[in-house]
């Protein structure tokens, strides 16, 4: 099948943009890199030791980053529906995230331990029809934040990946009602025509532990 414009249009901005050539560069596994290095930069949220969940990792960018910041006395466990290339540091679990087996899995490998952080730069599989697109974007960031109320430590800190649109006031002040503390951020290496965000949530609330 011929490439479109559209699909022409987006490898040539990918191959021309500054972060996948320093991604390249620097050995990182995707531009997402910079995007968290940006957040812990200004946030201090990888600390040598912490246990750190990475919920829809692949490539792996984020996993990345986190592992070398939390160093051989930490944990990272990544998770993602399709297949990690091996990353130094990193315990994968291959799976769907909204399978209970798949979570069961997942809270196995934390041996009952609670987590630091947990991260989440996940992407609903796209079919084109923006509200339904919208909705299934919605429903990840909904489970990775009930993941993070039951697994956080009072203290922790959840960071996940939004998209501007049906459901994004409504779940912002659905964080405010789980966490002290809201913030919002829009790295540089977020384009400026996407409409994703990052909401930083950290100290949950004693009373949201099961929401």
Known sequence: MKPSKTSKQ???????DPFVQLAQKE???SRAAYKLLEID???HLLTPGCIVVDL???PGGWSQVAAARVGSKGKVIALDILPLHPLSGVEFILGDFR???VLLQLEKYLEGKPVDLVISDMSPNICGVASADQARAMHLVELAMEFALLHLKPEGSFLVKVFQGC???????LLRSRFAVVKTR????SRDRSSELYLLSTRKLEYSVNP
């Open 10 to 16: 987006w490898m040539r901005e990918h191959i021309n």
């Open 27 to 29: 050995g990182y596994r």
């Open 41 to 43: 930069a200004k946030d």
């Open 56 to 58: 829809g990792a692949t």
């Open 99 to 101: 399978e209970e087996a």
């Open 167 to 173: 459901g994004f006031e409504e779940f912002y002040k």
């Open 186 to 189: 829009k790295p540089k290496a």
